[in-house]
């Protein structure tokens, strides 16, 4: 009888798992208001403030993926508590020493810590049971955790005892529930166990195959986001000058984005794995690539509102789908948690490109190169999420045997 690799989704579960991911990647969510807290508090300017978060992203981005191998074996738990740790401390100096030096420093040591912190949650999440429901949930837990606390920091004062101090609060406090998190398979152990043993393969599926159907979609996702974030990137400048988009209005685009994103991770939440994830995926890029043209093309601003908001929402959705063909193609969480590594590589560039492009040929061919951009990763990407599908069922149903070659991990 084939042993299970996927665990059910319990409350512990549940909390420990998406709080460190959540955790990890809050950074990100906070960085307009972090900039303010810094130019106010350090006496910094705009510029330098966004050089030294985004050299925390890239430390994240690039200790995700250094991390990789450990946030998916037996390391997992110490990997988890060590870079929370380190998060924490870093934005807790961060947040109580207000020397432009040593804060600056400090919150690239929380970048790295949170690197650690995102690949643990990525790696996890491939553990549990139903790919997409599990993703959703995540979508929903990240969109709701993020809204709340960008709420609760200007409420509070926008400083950086608050900014960086409520990360790193978040940051301790997940550290407690690394214990709660499902274990990850291992090799080579004498104990085998039905809870914890690795994705066995399809018929006619081999670990080569896999891994560069596993790695293209790493790529694929950076690429992705250097067109997702690039249009983000400009989108205000884009909605003055080419919408007569006031600032009231932008914000309202902000706001109900963030209202689109919780409601698609709601209803993916519910769906589950009824629609599987391949046509799903195709319709979301589909649209995606149509609604960012759209916006490009738009000269009116309420026509602009629209299509920014629709596409916030779609965009939400085919990240969680992203992530669940991710997880569906490993349970160990070998490719889920390296992933928002390779976004934020992405993403990190997305300012730039976008910059780049809009100056050198205008709105309206940017929204043509972003269509493009989307269509062109829709096959590959399609084609990677039908073979998630093959293996979620392998790990699923009988008719292997994967304890022969792989085995329980302990906790650590």
Known sequence: MTAATRVPLTLRRGIATFSIFVVGYITANLIPLMIIAMVDDLGVTQTVAGAVLTGSLLATALVCLATTRWASGRS???????????????????????????????????????????????AALAALNNPNRVSGINGLVNRTAVTGVLALIPILGLHMTNAFGIVAVLALATAFTIPWLPSAPAV??????????????????????????????????AIWAIGEDSLWAVSGIMGAEHASLTEQQMGLALSLSTAGGIGAALVLTALGSRLGRTAPTAVLLVLGAALKLGSCLATDSTAYLVLIIAWNTVYAAAFIYVVAIAAATDSSGRWSAPLLGTYLVGSAFAPLFGTLVTGAVGYVAFGFVLAGISLVLLVPIVAIARLSTRTEQASALPGQDPTARYTTSTVV
Do not use: N, W, Y
Not at 87 to 101: K, L, Q, R
């Open 76 to 122: 997992r738990h110490l990997l988890g508590r060590v870079s929370l740790v380190v998060m924490a401390a870093g934005f807790a100096v961060a947040a109580t020493i207000h020397s432009a030096p040593v804060a600056c420093v400090a919150i690239i040591v929380g970048g790295i810590g949170a690197g650690g912190a995102v690949a643990v949650g990525g």
């Open 188 to 221: 080579d152990d004498d104990q085998p166990s039905a809870a914890h043993t690795r994705t066995p393969l399809p018929e006619g599926v081999t670990e080569k195959k896999l891994a560069v159907a596993g790695f293209s979609l790493l790529v694929l996702f």
